[in-house]
Antibody
Framework: QVQLVQSGAELKKPGASVKVSCKAS????????IHWVRQAPGQGLEWMGI????????AYAQNFQGRVTMTRDTSTSTVYLDLSSLRSEDTAVYYC?????????WGKGTLVTVSS | DIQMTQSPSTLAASVGDRVTITCRAS??????LAWYQQKPGQAPKLLIY???DLESGVPSRFSGSGSGTEFTLTVSSLQPDDFATYYC?????????FGQGTKVEIK
């Protein structure tokens, strides 16, 4: 069965960076894009960007340009989200999600808390 | 980035009601639109893709329509399990903005 297993919760200080991982299994890793979507407490869904595991091309939302990097390791079927210069407004649950383009499967989410 | 505007932001309805949610794109996205349902503490669930195609396993009371810049999600007869928040998302041109969401509450 399809699984997207995300890394555990993170607590970061303002100005720091965070790296969240997402390990895929149960399907051909290179056949689907991976989206990253976040949701701040009590707020809506915010699309951050997309990575095509083959060949590793990416596209990022304008709001995150310059602060976000998405990478993948095809040998372990893992995708990574790097977000830098963290501020309190980045406190959110970060989801990786699989899609042809529409998202048909979601990870359980990783809570990132930014606090001094 | 393409902007997605959903309306209403909140909707109060009763079991059995017909409910319609609208989503407008800031530019033509053809039929590259999906609808999701999210319940508290859960990840979203895909309901509709390609504007009107029903995802496998989703009840037929859910339907989607539209193309270009205007889209609708309709629930033909609201059931207790349908009280949730609904989001549209475009996936045009290797991008994927969400609408701001519509919370469907019990009247």
């Amino acid at each position: 069965q399809v699984q997207l297993v995300q890394s555990g919760a993170e607590l970061k200080k303002p100005g720091a960076s965070v790296k969240v991982s997402c390990k895929a299994s149960g399907y051909t890793f290179t056949s689907y894009y991976i989206h990253w979507v976040r949701q701040a407490p009590g707020q809506g869904l915010e699309w951050m960007g997309i990575i095509n595991p083959s060949p590793g091309s990416t596209a990022y939302a304008q709001n995150f340009q310059g602060r976000v990097t998405m990478t993948r390791d095809t040998s372990t079927s893992t995708v990574y989200l790097d977000l830098s210069s963290l501020r309190s407004e980045d406190t959110a649950v970060y989801y990786c999600a699989r899609g042809g383009m529409a998202i048909d499967f979601w990870g359980k989410g990783t809570l990132v808390t930014v606090s001094s | 980035d393409i902007q997605m505007t959903q309306s209403p932001s909140t909707l109060a309805a009763s079991v059995g009601d017909r409910v319609t949610i609208t989503c407008r794109a800031s530019q033509n996205i053809n039929n590259q639109l999906a609808w999701y349902q999210q319940k508290p503490g859960q990840a979203p669930k895909l309901l509709i893709y390609r504007a009107s195609d029903l995802e496998s396993g989703v009840p037929s009371r859910f339907s989607g329509s539209g193309s270009g810049t205007e889209f609708t999600l309709t629930v033909s007869s609201l059931q207790p399990d349908d009280f949730a928040t609904y989001y549209c998302q475009h996936y045009h041109s290797y991008s994927g903005t969400f609408g701001q969401g519509t919370k469907v509450e019990i009247k």
